[in-house]
């Protein structure tokens, strides 16, 4: 008689050389089989188990895993997935995402910075300065000048009006 091979189900293992789907082990959850091993291989952080083809796949954008999952979930706010590896980035300083779920971040509105990575939201400018070019801090309008609120540019006095910077 002729001895051939046969395969171990979908999503099972074996070690090289077993004689029998005795052998054959279910792999777990965020665990995959390995060819020619008896241990299943563990989806690391940014892959998931993919439910038909049994491989770890890479998280789709916005999306990210913990080690041994079957699935993804949305990078939180203050982070983004804009690659296909699974990996949620911190926003820089001087942007934010309020949102879950996103493939970039945002940079702070006029009159707003932050200056810390990862934030959900900005900070408003203290009186009478606007956020520097980065976005990640404010500075103060010279004298002779002031900041209308929410707005990153300062404005000369006009007149007869002047402001003494405070």
């Not at 509105?109 to 990640?136: M, V, Y």
């Not at 004298?143 to 929410?150: D, K, L």
Request: charged share 20%; glycine share 10%; proline share 8%.
């Amino acid at each position: 008689g002729k001895i051939s091979c046969t395969a171990c189900p979908l999503g099972e293992t074996s070690a090289q050389g077993s004689t029998s789907s005795e052998y054959c082990n279910t792999c777990g959850p965020g665990q995959v089989p390995q060819a020619g091993e008896s241990d299943c291989m563990i989806c690391p952080p940014g892959k998931y188990k993919h439910p038909v083809d049994h491989v770890c796949a890479f998280c789709p954008l916005g999306k990210t895993s913990f080690e041994r999952s079957d699935s993804c979930h949305d990078c939180p706010p203050g982070r983004y997935n804009y690659e296909d590896e699974g990996v949620c980035y911190l926003c820089a300083a001087g942007k934010y995402q309020p949102l879950q779920g996103s493939t970039s971040c945002k940079d702070c509105p006029e009159g707003k910075f932050q200056w810390e990575t990862g934030r959900a939201e900005c900070l408003a400018c203290h009186h009478n300065s606007i956020k520097n070019e980065k976005g990640d801090d404010c500075e103060k309008c010279p004298v002779g000048t002031f900041a209308p609120a929410n707005q990153d540019e300062c404005e000369a006095c006009t007149g007869l009006s002047f402001f003494i910077g405070i």
